[in-house]
């Protein structure tokens, strides 16, 4: 049969004398004291950022840092394997990921640059660009790497977003062309009414430590022209190019924020040289480039008089080599 009113009231008014009120304090004071939980970040997505699929894969920062990472664990083997004979494949080798750096590049000035978005994701592509050349300086290869870089003359170009110019990079000016896309970037973002400024001043921070190396471009830099027929290396910082982004409130950021961004916290890696073997005399015998240690040493008429040779004299232990 259905309850009746009075009923259903008892009922209620005996359950509630049978709570306990300690009970019921200290749930209620466990409920106050928890922390509210954290707004979920929302997921980044190609659609978030107004990216074909395409597009947002070509600024993910695992596949270049992998594709990067594993040309600079090729030279270091080399180096390891070879370190006095082998200069030639080390010198292919670092033109390989001269060429290699252009991909990600462009994909910067597509995407961040011409599409005005992505800024965290692209500031991170060109911090892998940055670190990948410093941990490629760590091989202590024989011929030093900016000047084989330089020498070999390698270049390759770059579509810039503005106008109809190009940008012509070339391998002795390595540092400079990630520190022409970051001014680039930075530029654009400046300009976006909607900034975080957060997150800028922090990109100015990484691309300042990132660009010291460069010999054309400090912040807050300029975007010159090499098609203008103005143009000469020697004036290049003196005035931008037709159509670049304007740098008026980057150089604001950079020059009256200098002290926001100064204080940020570097996320520029430091690359320990690693430590080579020259294997004409020292490691394992079965991995020697040269047979001087079936000579015996002790032999005053053999080649060399013992110097250098069985393990004795130049070469003796791992040596470490140095960037000169």
């Known amino acids: 049969y259905p309850m009746s009113t009075n009923t259903k009231k008892r009922g209620l008014v005996q359950a509630a004398a049978n709570v306990d009120p300690t009970a019921a304090a200290a749930a209620a004071a466990a409920a106050i004291d928890k922390p509210a939980k954290k707004p979920r970040k929302k997921a980044v997505t190609a659609k978030s950022l107004g990216l074909t699929k395409h597009e947002f894969e070509s600024i993910k920062a695992a596949p270049i840092k992998r594709s990067l990472k594993d040309i600079v664990k090729k030279l270091a083997k080399q180096v390891d394997e070879d370190w006095h ?23 910067v000035l597509d995407i961040g640059v011409g599409k005005k978005t992505a800024l965290l994701q692209c500031n991170e592509v ?9 941990d490629l300086l760590a091989c202590p290869c ?21 106008g109809e110019a190009d940008y012509t990079a070339t391998s002795g000016y390595q540092q400079d062309v990630w520190s022409y896309v970051w001014v680039a970037l930075l530029r654009v973002h400046s300009n976006l009414g909607n900034v975080d400024e957060g997150l ?11 660009m010291s190396g460069a010999r054309m471009i400090k912040l807050p830099g300029y975007l010159y022209d090499q098609s203008d027929e103005q143009y000469d290396i020697d004036t290049y910082e003196q005035r931008d190019g037709k159509n670049a982004p304007s740098g008026t409130k980057f150089a604001h950021y950079v020059n009256d924020r200098a002290s926001e961004w100064k204080s940020l916290p570097t996320t520029k890696k430091v690359h320990r040289m690693r430590r080579a073997i020259d294997r004409r005399f020292d490691g394992t015998p079965e991995r020697r480039t040269r047979d001087y240690h079936l000579h015996d040493s002790d032999d005053d008429d053999s080649y060399g008089g013992g110097y250098g040779y069985g393990g004795g004299g130049y070469g003796r232990g791992r040596r470490d080599c140095t960037i000169m």
Request: charged share 35%.
């Open 85 to 107: 004979d082998g200069y030639e494949d080390q010198a292919e080798t670092k033109g390989e990921w001269f060429e290699a750096i252009q991909e990600p590049l462009q994909a």
């Open 126 to 134: 060109l911090k892998i660009v940055s670190d990948s050349f410093y």
């Open 142 to 162: 024989r011929c030093d790497t900016e000047e084989e870089l330089d020498e070999m003359g390698r270049s390759f170009e770059l579509q810039l977003p503005w």
């Open 200 to 210: 800028l001043l922090q990109c100015i921070k990484d691309s300042h430590d990132n």
